[in-house]
């Protein structure tokens, strides 16, 4: 199978672990995962997918963390976590994704923040944070995103204020704060 460039799991709730020779799929480009209620951690070996472009795990309740090998997905552009509710925090490695264009986080219930590698990611230019219910705040760091054009922040309840650093946001054409009630 080192020829799959495409793997769709969407909708297999009774999975609960991928096996770790999935990393062995060198072609791979889009690893859809969607809906998989019952997936609990993605396994190490995933950081050795080097041509994956798009990694989709909308709605898995079940995952709290993601694999620090998930930096070294150096292709990866889109990467869609919405409906993680489980999902606490990201890894520190996340900073490394140097592709990385799409960021979709909405309805990560759990999330309180993020980290400040998030900084880094250099070809960021869409982040979706719409009903994180418990994200506190925005690190200094999400000033340096230079490409960033879209930051939506729509009923993010939990979040009281903004970074000073945002104005340096000189690429931002959208900014989405609507119902952030404890916003000051």
Not at 75 to 92: D, G, V
Not at 108 to 129: D, E, F, R, W
Not at 170 to 178: G, I, W
């Amino acid at each position: 199978m080192s020829a799959l460039q495409n793997l769709n799991l969407n909708d297999c709730s009774s999975v609960q672990e991928l096996p770790t020779s999935i990393g062995q799929l060198s072609a791979l480009q889009n690893l859809h995962l969607n809906k998989c209620s019952s997936l609990q951690e993605l396994p190490t070996s995933i950081g050795q997918l080097s041509a994956l472009q798009n990694l989709h795990l909308n709605d898995c309740s079940s995952v709290q963390e993601l694999p620090t090998s998930i930096g070294q997905l150096s292709a990866l552009q889109n990467l869609h976590l919405n409906k993680c509710s489980s999902l606490q925090e990201l890894p520190t490695s996340i900073g490394q994704l140097n592709a990385l264009q799409n960021l979709h986080l909405n309805k990560c219930s759990s999330l309180q923040k993020l980290p400040t590698s998030i900084g880094q990611l250099s070809a960021l230019q869409n982040l979706h944070l719409n009903k994180c219910s418990s994200l506190q705040e925005l690190p200094t760091s999400i000033g340096q995103l230079n490409a960033l054009q879209n930051l939506h922040l729509n009923k993010c309840l939990s979040l009281q204020e903004l970074p000073t650093s945002i104005g340096q946001l000189n690429a931002l054409q959208n900014l989405d704060l609507c119902k952030c009630s404890r916003l000051q």
